[in-house]
């Protein structure tokens, strides 16, 4: 058997939680059942430590167990989402468009005859000039434009 303090219990709850948001909170089908199970699991010991407050649950519920209004806000969760939320976006956004910048720079038969490690130094330096104008500018001067040489969309 495991034992945890209250404040141990309190951080299994909310990695629980946050992994589980990870899995699962971007989907509309097909959600990863075992993290929900897990966090129910977990959610469900909650009064055991106290943590009553920090979890939701009716007859009518069955087996679900929710995180309450008061755990995602007086902890440090919605924090970290929101932590989560702003890096993964300006560290995609750098990627996508450094990478449509590379295939822009260079086509498609210069880059198979690339060595792996040119390549790959390449779309860094692509996707390294997309992150300086971030740092610098931000979104000021990104923009949709009409027109697009090479649309491979198309």
Same mark, same amino acid.
């Given at each position: 058997? +495991? %034992?945890?303090?209250?404040?141990? /219990? ?15 909170? =971007? ?11 897990? %966090?129910?699991?977990? /959610?469900?010991?909650? &009064? !055991? ?17 929710? &995180? ?7 902890? *440090? ?5 929101? %932590?989560? *939320?702003?890096?993964? /976006? =300006? ?9 449509? *910048?590379? /295939? ?28 300086? %104008? ?6 000021? !001067? ?5 027109? +697009? ?6």
């Amino acid at each position: 058997m +495991v %034992e945890f303090t209250k404040k141990q /219990f309190l951080s299994l709850m909310k990695a629980v939680y946050l992994g589980n948001w990870m899995a699962n909170a =971007w989907r509309i089908k097909g959600r990863v059942k075992d993290y929900e199970r897990i %966090e129910d699991y977990i /959610f469900s010991l909650a &009064p !055991r430590f106290g943590l009553d407050r920090c979890m939701d649950h009716e007859e009518s519920d069955g087996d679900r167990y929710y &995180p309450t209004s008061y755990f995602e806000e007086e902890t *440090d969760v919605d924090r970290r989402h929101e %932590e989560y *939320d702003e890096d993964t /976006f =300006w560290d995609e956004l750098a990627e996508r468009l450094g990478e449509r *910048d590379f /295939f822009e720079k260079y086509s498609i038969e210069e880059i198979k005859k690339m060595p792996r490690e040119e390549r790959f130094t390449k779309h860094c330096e692509c996707v390294d000039l997309v992150n300086k %104008e971030i740092e610098k500018r931000g979104l000021k !001067r990104m923009r949709i434009t009409k027109s +697009v040489k090479n649309d491979r969309t198309k």
